[in-house]
């Protein structure tokens, strides 16, 4: 069965980028804040309040979980999210969305991939 992400997408820029930070692996608060700045080269920086603002939203849709700490060397005082699987394919709907938003952004501007 193909899952509905319409009510989802367009996801916030925040969202979008604490998403991307958890594709590749679980990290706690703090190192989603690091990866989002390495990511977007230090261009968006997520604070504090709009981190755990919007983890928590994102918690509550079933989009991400939180988890246990995974090894020894894990501080237990940290909390530690990961992407669930409707959060995974979410990532993937909205990455397919902007691409085609990017398709048309060329076509109409006439860039041609190569050149950009």
Not at 40 to 52: A, E, N, V
Not at 69 to 75: L, Y
């Amino acid at each position: 069965m193909k899952e509905d992400f319409g009510r989802f997408v367009p996801l916030s820029p925040a969202a979008l980028h604490i998403l991307l930070a958890l594709a590749s692996e679980d990290r706690h608060g703090y190192g989603i804040m690091r990866e989002v700045a390495r990511q977007s080269d230090g261009r968006y920086k997520l604070g504090p309040g709009t981190l755990y603002d919007n983890l928590q939203k994102l918690l509550d849709q079933g989009i991400v979980e939180e988890r246990s700490p995974r090894s020894p060397g894990d501080d237990p005082r940290r909390r530690y999210y990961r992407l669930t699987r409707f959060g995974r394919g979410l990532l993937a709907a909205e990455i397919a969305r902007l691409e085609g938003v990017v398709r048309e952004a060329r076509l109409h501007l006439k860039i041609h991939p190569e050149r950009a």
